[in-house]
């Protein structure tokens, strides 16, 4: 059976994934909507698409739409998911979900009441490197995980851009930050914000925050900044563990470095994962996190994912394709839901409402 698709918002990022959603098997781009007509004509024309509206309304109730894709600027998300949802629509949309953990909370009633399924695009559950960290922490081999550093310097924008605009994006922590909650509250659990400041601009944007997160065993620190030259942007985060630590690069990352002391049943486990390793051996035991250790070699690895526009093509595909697994079968359990969509809104909200508490 096919699933039909509808997408709100066809500028860049919209026409990007309509073009990954397009080589899904059992999958059909029905509709598009979008307030720019020339856009809208173009795309239609390009991809061949039947139903095309200059009114989002119409197309999150239109009969020809199963699933409603939602690519628009954030404050448009939860009253467009709201409305698909009421219609008895599927919605799957961009991060974040809401502005407010209250809309938020919203859409994930009208979910439950409708029976639309209710996804969230957080592609980085979906790539190489994020599921390996997964695996390699689930693992033990590299001890108990102790702390978590998360740096993001991007590529500054144009004053006036909406962007800095809170009642449009939300602002960085809830507009960008709600990704990278996300991912490690999957590899810790559930966070709570400890500390959080802004730096403001002098026309008052706010363009860089640092935020600090207890997790149950591990503390973590994440850091945004909007102010780099776009040539020279970059990202990495750097987990530390009691007998190893990861290292990745770029905000999708293309690479994975990890370095750490085990025993034979750890290098088992991380062979399994990553075939091309450097293992030697070491002297052990080691005293690691106050705790005499057991160890009988050390191993290294450099992992290369690939290039970023490939992955980042595969993560959009692999999104869509377990959100619709889900809605073609209620047993499915998707690899993340509107429920982490709306956990990710709460950490940055409560990041946004201390650093204006204390700054």
Same mark, same amino acid.
């Given at each position: 059976?096919?699933?039909?698709?509808?997408?709100?918002?066809?500028?860049?990022?919209?026409?990007?994934?309509?073009?990954?959603?397009?080589?899904?098997?059992?999958?059909?781009?029905?509709?598009? *909507?979008?307030?720019?007509?020339?856009?809208?004509?173009?795309?239609?024309?390009?991809?061949?698409?039947?139903?095309?509206?200059?009114?989002?309304?119409?197309?999150?109730?239109?009969?020809?739409?199963?699933?409603?894709?939602?690519?628009?600027?954030?404050?448009?998300?939860?009253?467009?998911?709201? *409305?698909?949802?009421?219609?008895?629509?599927?919605?799957?949309?961009?991060?974040?979900?809401?502005?407010?953990?209250?809309?938020?909370?919203?859409?994930?009633?009208?979910?439950?009441?409708?029976?639309?399924?209710?996804?969230?695009?957080?592609?980085?559950?979906?790539?190489?490197?994020?599921?390996?960290?997964?695996?390699?922490?689930?693992?033990? *081999?590299?001890?108990?995980?102790?702390?978590?550093?998360?740096?993001?310097?991007?590529?500054?924008?144009?004053?006036?851009?909406?962007?800095?605009?809170?009642?449009?994006?939300?602002?960085?922590?809830? +507009?960008?930050?709600?990704?990278?909650?996300?991912?490690?509250?999957?590899?810790?659990?559930?966070?709570?914000?400890?500390?959080?400041?802004?730096?403001?601009?002098?026309?008052?944007?706010?363009?860089?925050?640092?935020?600090?997160?207890?997790?149950?065993?591990?503390?973590?620190?994440?850091?945004?900044?909007?102010?780099?030259?776009?040539?020279? +942007?970059?990202?990495?985060?750097?987990?530390?563990?009691?007998?190893?630590?990861?290292?990745?690069?770029?905000?999708?990352? =293309?690479?994975?470095?990890?370095?750490?002391?085990?025993?034979?049943?750890?290098?088992?486990?991380?062979?399994?994962?990553?075939?091309?390793?450097?293992?030697?051996?070491? +002297?052990?035991?080691?005293?690691?996190?106050?705790?005499?250790?057991?160890?009988?070699?050390?191993?290294?690895?450099?992992?290369?994912?690939?290039?970023?526009?490939?992955?980042?093509?595969?993560?959009?595909?692999?999104?869509?394709?377990?959100?619709?697994?889900?809605?073609?079968?209620?047993?499915?359990?998707?690899?993340?839901?509107?429920?982490?969509?709306?956990?990710?809104?709460?950490?940055?909200?409560?990041?946004? +409402?201390?650093?204006?508490? =204390?700054?």
């Amino acid at each position: 059976m096919t699933t039909r698709i509808g997408i709100i918002g066809v500028g860049g990022f919209g026409v990007f994934c309509l073009e990954q959603y397009r080589k899904l098997p059992d999958v059909r781009v029905t509709a598009i *909507a979008d307030i720019n007509a020339a856009r809208l004509a173009q795309v239609a024309a390009d991809y061949d698409i039947p139903v095309t509206t200059s009114d989002w309304r119409a197309l999150a109730t239109h009969s020809e739409v199963d699933v409603v894709y939602i690519a628009t600027p954030p404050f448009l998300h939860a009253e467009q998911a709201l *409305a698909a949802l009421q219609a008895g629509k599927h919605v799957f949309c961009d991060k974040p979900l809401a502005l407010t953990t209250a809309d938020a909370d919203a859409l994930l009633a009208a979910s439950a009441q409708h029976g639309g399924r209710l996804g969230i695009n957080f592609v980085m559950r979906y790539t190489r490197v994020y599921t390996l960290i997964h695996d390699l922490l689930r693992s033990g *081999a590299l001890g108990e995980p102790l702390y978590c550093s998360f740096l993001n310097a991007a590529g500054d924008l144009p004053a006036g851009h909406w962007f800095w605009d809170p009642a449009l994006s939300g602002g960085i922590p809830i +507009e960008h930050g709600v990704h990278f909650f996300d991912i490690f509250g999957a590899f810790f659990g559930p966070g709570v914000v400890r500390c959080a400041a802004v730096d403001r601009r002098a026309d008052g944007a706010e363009d860089q925050w640092s935020i600090g997160v207890d997790y149950a065993k591990v503390h973590g620190q994440f850091y945004h900044g909007f102010v780099k030259a776009s040539v020279l +942007e970059h990202t990495w985060a750097v987990i530390e563990c009691a007998r190893g630590h990861l290292i990745l690069q770029d905000w999708l990352p =293309t690479r994975l470095d990890f370095d750490c002391l085990t025993d034979l049943d750890g290098v088992t486990a991380i062979t399994k994962l990553v075939p091309e390793v450097h293992v030697e051996p070491a +002297e052990g035991p080691v005293l690691a996190h106050g705790q005499t250790a057991a160890v009988t070699h050390q191993v290294q690895a450099a992992v290369v994912a690939g290039e970023k526009q490939v992955l980042y093509a595969q993560a959009v595909r692999d999104a869509m394709a377990d959100f619709l697994a889900w809605t073609r079968d209620p047993a499915h359990t998707p690899r993340v839901t509107g429920r982490d969509a709306r956990d990710a809104v709460a950490m940055a909200e409560a990041a946004v +409402e201390l650093a204006h508490r =204390t700054g």
